[in-house]
């Protein structure tokens, strides 16, 4: 074992979690790296999508190799929040002297409009999560029609467009966008996977239909259709007769339907777009016409989660605007709005400091930056006496505390049964779908 001055506890393995707990056992820090999932890898495991298997396995040797140090220990199937398993007031009393949240964004966003609780209305984040075999999500029953609308213009929509089309193989896919087409958020690469099913003829009626609002605000029509044809020459083989179509400028207002039939239209207030002080926005009409659809999934951003035991503000954790040990001048302070003061040893990462921004190279990067934060803040504070009998308080209260904690060890033990299936079915990768079924798998 390495010596160490200081003990620190990181909440949340993702991207953003590992690389700020190797960062902070690379100088001298001792970590316990408390993770939600059994499974470590945050959304870099349960985020992208299950055919990219090269980055998928990229990504956990990376993260295998940080939870090899003797500097970091890991317990799993810890839930941290004001109504989990363990607070972040226990953790102070054991005798962390820092705390890194990493949590990511885990909670969703969403309109706050009519009919957003009828049956068939999901968030992108649940259906991400049920493709990617994530507990509790991976099991439960998802209600999808053959009509489905998608509200949103990013990468995660198109994920979502690309298993309703090349897994569901549903019979239409319509995506509704509050903006233009020369404002979407999608890369070629992505498109590339569901292009071959654009409905061209009703694209380039879309086109031209919102083509005059475009000029009229300033935009290039002609660079907006070229955003879509780019993904036509190597686009995938189409697998479906799913057809996908767009529609520009409609702003979700409403969800009909009932409660025993579930979804039967989504109504949008139709806009057009305006330029204020240089900025094209799009603003509302007032008029209003329904899309048909049976299924109705907002891809439209995350937040974190509200039961967590810390302040929010907006769809991010409360900051402290004037840190005391700020890093090229970000602040990865938590912050009380309500004492108007700091959250004394708290520090925010990745998501969890600024919701759904980048993806696992800028989560690293959040994460070594808010362990150069926590660094920062220990050489301010005395170094640990008699750390290894702190230590062994700490590891006796986990495994007295809590139940069915994850280990390294005990994943080992999940990897190798992994391996195991992959080799017997004869597939790429392999994941258990339930967390009884890794528990069982581990001993536990």
């Known amino acids: 074992m390495d010596e160490y001055k200081y003990l620190a506890a990181v909440i949340g393995a993702g991207p953003a979690g590992l690389f700020a707990a190797r960062f902070l056992s ?167 996977n569901v292009a071959a099913n654009i409905d061209m003829p009703a694209l380039e009626a879309e086109l031209a239909r919102v083509a005059p609002i475009m000029k009229a605000s300033g935009q290039d029509v002609e660079a907006a259709r070229q955003l879509f044809l780019d993904g036509l020459p190597k686009a995938l083989e189409p697998v479906s007769s799913t057809a996908l179509r767009f529609e520009f400028l409609a702003s979700p207002v409403r969800i009909l339907g009932d409660w025993t039939r579930g979804v039967s239209a989504l109504r949008v207030e139709d806009n057009t777009l305006v330029a204020v002080d240089g900025i094209v926005k799009p603003r509302g009409l007032g008029t209003t016409r329904n899309m048909e659809t049976d299924t109705v999934i907002f891809a439209i951003g995350d937040t974190v989660d509200k039961e967590f035991s810390l302040p929010t503000y907006g769809d991010a954790y409360s900051i402290n605007e004037h840190p005391a040990f700020p890093i090229d001048g970000v602040s990865y302070e938590a912050y009380d709005n309500d004492a108007d003061a700091p959250i004394k040893a708290v520090f925010l990462s990745g998501w969890a400091r600024q919701a759904s921004t980048g993806l696992v190279g800028v989560a690293r990067k959040d994460g070594e930056n808010a362990a150069r934060a926590v660094l920062q803040y220990l050489d301010t504070q005395s170094p640990l006496q008699n750390q290894e009998k702190t230590w062994l308080t700490i590891t006796d209260w986990v495994h007295t505390h809590l139940q069915q904690v994850v280990t390294k060890d005990d994943l080992a033990r999940l990897h190798t049964a992994e391996q195991e299936e992959i080799k017997a079915r004869g597939v790429e990768d392999f994941k258990f779908a339930t967390n009884e079924d890794m528990l069982r798998t581990m001993g536990l």
């Open 26 to 192: 690379n100088n001298g820090v001792r970590v316990a790296l408390f993770n939600r999932d059994i499974k470590p890898g945050g959304l870099a495991e349960y985020g992208i999508y299950p055919d990219k298997i090269k980055m998928k396995e990229g990504l956990r040797k990376q993260f295998a190799q940080i939870l090899e140090s003797p500097m970091v220990d890991y317990f799993g199937n810890v839930k941290v929040s004001s109504g989990g398993t363990l607070l972040l007031s226990d953790l102070t009393e054991m005798g962390f002297q820092s705390i890194v949240i990493a949590t990511g964004a885990q909670g969703t966003k969403w309109l706050r409009i009519p009919g957003e609780q009828l049956p068939g209305v999901y968030h992108a984040k649940d259906l991400v999560f049920y493709y990617n075999l994530l507990p509790p999500y991976s099991v439960r029953r998802y209600l999808i029609g053959p009509k489905v609308v998608l509200v949103g213009a990013g990468n995660v929509m198109m994920d979502i467009a690309h298993f309703l089309i090349r897994e569901k193989k549903v019979e239409e896919v319509t995506v509704a966008m509050r903006r233009g087409p020369g404002e979407v958020k999608f890369t070629r690469k992505e498109l590339e």
